[in-house]
């Protein structure tokens, strides 16, 4: 295995770390800052949840009691309701759309670069800078979207100003700027699909379907299991958008649940709170991670 | 899973494009029918920047009038110079330049010496070490924030760009990218400089960092990417105009500026437009990027 000649006498330094002390120098910096931020913070977010802290003051011991208000609280029940919404809406539309674009692209097919550069520039942007272009566009008075309406004798709409259809404007955004990965990656996956296949689904239109339908999709369905986790996990933590679009309103109808969080923690400072709620949220999402990652491992064993 | 790429689309290929499959029975169109859903898509997609970027030279009058100008009839440069003159934007780019900047070189140069120390070193400790750091990959930014800018308040660097590097001077999922990278790569020409005496920090830097070059591009890719966009982390650790960076700065810059639009559209060019360019010209590299960061589960 390794290279390392075999020394007849362990130093001191190697009896303690092991066959190569100076690895430890090649990770050192990593693990410190990974330990020091990422994995020391999971404990104290625990800790902080069973205590009443508002980042300024020592946090005071309130045991369950912030679980307990959580159950309670009907703001969470609507941010809770709210990202499902979200979630039904962005996850399958962007995903479907992401194979439907795929399978264009996926050929010989004229101008094949700008295609995709144009799907894949709004995934690139930032998403504060989409959320403040899109509310110029979706603007009440002056945006070109109502304008649109006038011009083909639609009734103008309030969009982002009405708490009706803000929620839907909102997930309308994102699926425009978040049909880039899916692209992306269902055509990595279509590269593997073998070509013979691909061709002979092109003979005449009812077996383009049948070849569709029963060769190339089950082939992508891992790819697709994956997108599936991938879109729900974004779309559960969406934030920036809602942040550069609507701050939660109107009337707090766009008050998805990271939203909440930052919310409580940050301008209501009720920093032990917040954590509870993370911590739950948190342990919803491990879960979604943890069936993916089963479902790849039943699926290695059985292939 | 390997990269998208382009069918070859080179010349020749290209004008043979659409008649390639022989004899089409009853193809009336002369191009793909797959165009009639692609091209009005793409404009659909399109649009939306490109509307971004002709607003940003519109006056406000011709904004503000109704209804909306779509097409400008003249260019205005009224935003570009309440922007660049009279704004913080030049000092936001700054900011996210440098905050991009620094975490991009670290990232490349700890994620390796990690990442490569992960792949070919035994070490006391080794196995626990990359457990936790996969950990790390699962766990939602929400759950760690709160904690974070705790740490960053004792550090005294609440409110300073130490702020919004130091969390992320080596991301767990580049140190995940780079030890994948390492063990798939063959050790034989590394035990031949290693029996010429090289040590292993030789090594690293004269034979596999080399060979790293697509891993490296990766890293830097999403890194950039990541930083650049980022606006949740910025918003909690930054309070000041000052230190803000763009895409804070911007959402902050649109609260102040309701009616300008023209303006508020050109600081929205200058936080699109390094990152768009990039993308264009790397295009490959950054739809690689994306492509093996899925196969990360």
């Known amino acids: 295995m390794s290279a390392e000649p075999a020394a007849p006498q362990r130093t001191f330094a190697q009896r303690i770390l092991g066959e190569n002390p100076s690895a430890w120098a090649f990770v050192l910096p990593a693990v410190l800052i990974i330990i020091g931020l990422s994995i020391i913070p999971i404990g104290w977010s625990l800790l902080l949840s069973f205590n009443s802290a508002d980042l300024i003051r020592p946090a005071q011991w309130v045991g369950l009691s912030n679980y307990d208000a959580l159950l309670k609280d009907p703001g969470i029940r609507d941010a809770v309701v709210h990202t499902i919404v979200y979630t039904v809406l962005f996850v399958p539309i962007s995903t479907a759309l992401g194979l439907f674009l795929a399978l264009g692209l996926n050929r010989r097919i004229r101008f094949i670069g700008i295609y995709r550069t144009a799907f894949l520039a709004p995934f690139i942007a930032s998403v504060a800078a989409q ?67 691909v061709d002979a689904a092109s003979v005449d239109g009812a077996r383009r379907w049948a070849t569709l339908r029963h060769v190339i999709l089950p082939q992508l369905l891992p790819v697709t299991i994956f997108l599936l986790v991938w879109q729900a996990l974004l779309s559960l933590q969406l934030f920036d958008l809602v942040y550069a679009t609507t701050r939660g309103g109107p009337l707090d109808s766009t008050v998805v649940i990271v939203y909440y969080i930052y919310n409580q923690a940050f301008e209501l400072f009720h920093a032990g709170y917040a954590a509870a709620v993370a911590y739950v949220v948190a342990l919803f999402l491990i879960l979604l991670v943890g069936a993916q990652l089963i479902y790849n491992r039943l699926r290695a064993r059985h292939a | 899973m390997r990269v998208a790429t382009d069918p070859p689309v080179d010349g020749a290929a290209e004008a043979l494009d659409d008649s390639a499959p022989p004899a089409p029975k009853r193809g009336r169109l002369p191009f793909s029918p797959w165009h009639l859903v692609l091209a009005p898509a793409a404009l659909l997609f399109a649009l939306p920047l490109i509307w971004m970027v002709l607003s940003s030279f519109m006056s406000n009058a011709q904004i503000n009038q109704f209804p909306p100008t779509i ?131 030789g090594v690293l ?69 390094p990152v768009l360019l990039a993308f264009l010209f790397a295009q490959r590299s950054f739809i690689a990027s994306l492509s093996s960061s899925a196969v990360k589960g």
């Open chain 1, 131 to 197: 959320g403040v272009l899109f509310s110029f566009i979706f603007d009440e008075r002056f945006g070109v979207a109502n304008a649109v309406l006038d011009a083909v004798g639609l009734p103008r709409q309030g969009f982002l100003g009405d708490p009706d259809q803000a929620l839907f404007v909102i997930a309308l955004i994102g699926i425009w700027g978040g049909i880039g990965f899916p692209l992306v990656i269902y055509l990595a996956a279509l590269q593997d699909v073998p070509r013979e296949l």
């Open chain 2, 205 to 273: 830097i004269h034979v596999a960092l080399p060979l790293a070059k697509p891993a490296l591009a990766t890293l830097a890719a999403l890194t950039f990417l990541l930083m650049w966009n980022d606006l949740l982390w910025p918003l909690i650790a930054i309070n000041s105009d000052e230190n803000s960076t763009l895409p804070l700065g911007l959402t902050t810059f649109q609260g102040q500026h309701t009616q300008d639009f023209g303006a508020v559209m050109a600081g929205n060019v200058i936080t699109v437009v």
């Open chain 2, 71 to 201: 097409i400008p009839d003249s260019l205005h440069l009224d935003g570009w110079n309440t922007v660049l003159g009279d704004s913080d934007f030049p000092r936001w780019f700054l900011n996210s330049t440098i905050v991009a900047g620094v975490t991009v070189v670290s990232n490349l140069v700890f994620c390796s010496l990690a990442g490569y120390a992960f792949a070919r070193l035994r070490f006391r400790g080794s196995t626990l070490v990359f457990l936790l750091i996969l950990l790390t990959l699962i766990i939602p930014f929400q759950l760690t924030m709160i904690p974070t800018f705790i740490v960053m308040d004792k550090l005294g660097l609440v409110d300073t760009l130490g702020a919004l590097i130091v969390p992320q001077l080596v991301l767990p999922l580049g140190v995940f990218l780079m030890r994948q990278f390492f063990v798939n790569l063959p050790r034989e020409v590394e035990e031949a400089a290693r029996i010429d005496g090289c040590s292993r920090l």
